[in-house]
Nanobody, 123 residues
């Protein structure tokens, strides 16, 4: 099967920085877009940033200029560098990978979610 595992969450002060990592593994033929989403208590899960295999990126307006998404295709890993953190960035951050699975799965697409990592920003 396919799984993604996030790491790097934690506690930061307002104005500080954190870097999240997410590695995909398993029966992967290729990965299209990889992205980060977040969900605050009582709110829906929203897109934070996404990056295609070719490096095109898109950000939520609320994080533009503060967060940077990048990926290492050789390692099937995506990163989220978060700078100038604000208390409103507090949420559970989820990684997502749009995968094409291997021949064992007939090269079928699969959208894989991580278990989430908590980011808490104190004021």
């Amino acid at each position: 099967q396919v799984q993604v595992v996030e790491s790097g969450g934690g506690l930061a002060q307002a104005g500080g920085s954190l870097k999240l990592s997410c590695a995909a593994s398993g029966s992967i033929f290729s990965i299209n877009a990889m992205g980060w989403y977040r969900q605050a208590p009582g709110k829906q899960r929203d897109l934070v940033a996404v990056i295609t295999a070719g490096g095109r990126v898109n950000y939520a307006d609320s994080v533009k200029g503060r967060f940077t998404i990048s990926r290492d295709n050789a390692k099937n890993t995506v990163y989220l560098q978060m700078n100038s953190l604000k208390p409103e960035d507090t949420a559970v951050y989820y990684c997502n990978a749009d995968v094409v699975r291997s021949a064992s799965y007939a090269y079928t697409p699969y959208k894989c979610w991580g278990q989430g990592t908590q980011v808490t920003v104190s004021s």
